[in-house]
């Protein structure tokens, strides 16, 4: 059982920076691919970005450059810095866990950009 806690968020202007981190905990051997998915309202959860326990990682076309995820595996935590934000990029960003062939997911954070 992995238990997910995220942390970060908040409100930003167009054009400004936040982070996001997401804890995992619990009985685990290990998690092959952490990241992270977000929801806006009246739209269906969609990937942001995520990274394998061996460094590859997958962006959505709407984040590529602007977004980066980092892991350290030793904390079991996995980062998105979130930089030349926009008001699309709106939403509650979920954390996700692929572990022991199981998908976890977070409370959820919510982001909101706007000016």
């Known amino acids: 059982q992995v238990h997910l806690m995220e942390s970060g968020g908040g409100s930003v202007q167009p054009g400004g920076s936040l982070s996001l981190s997401c804890v995992a905990s619990?009985?685990?051997?290990?998690?092959?691919?952490m990241g992270w998915y977000r929801q806006a309202p009246g739209k269906q959860r969609e990937l942001v970005a995520l990274?394998?326990?061996?460094?590859?990682?997958n962006y959505a076309e709407s984040v590529k450059g602007r977004f980066t995820i980092s892991r350290d595996n030793a904390k079991d935590t996995v980062y998105l810095q979130m930089n030349s934000l926009k008001p699309e990029d709106t939403g509650v960003y979920i954390c996700?866990?692929?572990?022991?062939?199981?998908?976890?997911w977070g409370q959820g954070l919510q982001v909101t950009v706007s000016s």
């Open positions: 990274q394998a326990s061996r460094g590859t990682t």
């Open positions: 996700n866990a692929f572990s022991d062939d199981k998908l976890y």
């Open positions: 619990g009985d685990f051997f290990g998690i092959s691919v």
